[in-house]
């Protein structure tokens, strides 16, 4: 209860004072960005493709900055948007990046499988199969005393 | 005869399981490796205002603006947050590639990074105050995961600048 008053009293101070709300925002908007670029790493770990938050958060820093240079506090919602859009969707993209994994790891044990096949294979049958060839292919030659 | 064939193909086999062996190391080997940075670096690089390494200004007037471009490149083998710091110093700061300058900052440019790419900005500045021998850094930052903040990334470059006062007419 008193907390929730301390909340209203401190968003009433900050809606009587649009510098101070700015402050505010520009603020939260950088607490957000180092915290979209820790998902966004966290997601490239896991395998992800993170080349569209990045892009996100780019457009979102240089609203930052004009927002910042011009006090707008528009641009400065816009980045905060952007922000959060890419916290939200950094771990779908990470998710991604482990299920590419785990797909990369599956496809090279086949190739690894393949190979051990072939080798035994060619271990096994090839002398039989090379003298058959070998035969079919002379056996219309004729040996000269 | 037929003992002499089985011994060749015995070595036939022996030469064709060794070429399998070697290749399917080397191919292991890369998938193991690939992506893998031997030597992480990051690059920092401020060009004239033609955007080539000169035609640095040397001498300007007070509130005289000028262009330069920056250059930050990601070769650390991870995403990375950059932010770079702009500071005007003197003769008597000192900075390296431990410590930063220890001056207020006069401008600051931020940009995310993925591995291998790079970014070249323009940005116009000018100095308020007239002094002789002032140094301009310019300081690469990068966000620390670990820390929660900016680290300093030892990679600076640095204008030196003479700033006079207008002429009175």
């Known amino acids: ?24 925002l520009k ?42 240079m011009r006090n707008d506090e528009v641009m400065l919602q816009e980045a905060l948007s952007k922000v959060e859009d890419v916290v939200a ?20 044990l086949l190739v690894v499988g393949v190979v051990v096949a072939l080798g035994v294979i060619v271990w096994h049958y090839e002398p039989k199969i090379f003298w058959r060839l070998w035969v079919r292919n002379k056996r219309r030659w004729k040996v000269k005393a | 005869m037929e003992s002499e064939g089985l011994i060749v193909d015995e070595q036939v086999m022996a030469v064709v399981l060794a070429v399998l062996v070697i290749v399917g190391v080397f191919a292991g080997s890369q998938t193991f490796f690939a992506g893998r940075v031997v030597e992480p670096f990051s690059e920092l690089g401020v060009l004239g205002p033609k955007m080539k390494i000169g035609d640095y200004p040397r001498e300007l007037i007070v509130d005289e603006s000028f262009t330069l471009y920056l250059h930050v490149g990601n070769h650390e083998g991870r995403v990375m947050y950059y932010t770079l710091l702009v500071k005007l110093g003197n003769r008597t700061t000192s900075i390296s590639d431990e410590e930063p300058m220890d001056v207020s900052v006069f ?27 002032y140094r301009l850094v310019f300081e690469l930052w990068a966000y620390n995961e670990g820390v929660r903040d900016f680290v300093y990334h030892g990679r600076w470059c640095q204008l030196w600048l003479n700033v006079t006062k207008p002429a009175v007419p």
């Not at chain 1, 968003?11 to 101070?20: G, M, T």
């Not at chain 1, 790493?41 to 900055?65: C, F, T, Y």
């Open chain 1, 1 to 24: 209860m008193v907390s929730a008053l301390l909340l209203i009293s401190v968003s009433l101070v900050v809606a009587s004072n649009p510098a101070s709300s700015e402050l505010a």
């Open chain 1, 27 to 68: 603020a939260r908007v950088r607490l957000e960005l180092a915290e979209a670029f820790v998902a966004v790493a966290e997601a490239e770990r896991l395998g992800g493709d993170v080349s569209g938050l990045v892009d996100e958060l780019n457009q979102a820093l240089i609203l930052l900055e004009e927002g910042e």
């Open chain 1, 89 to 108: 969707r950094a771990p779908v993209v990470g998710q991604g990046g482990v299920a590419a994994m785990q797909a990369r790891t599956v496809q090279s």
């Open chain 2, 107 to 133: 401008a600051r440019y931020e940009v995310v990074l993925l591995d291998g790419k790079n970014w070249t900005r323009p940005v116009t500045l000018s100095v308020e105050e007239p002094g002789v021998n």
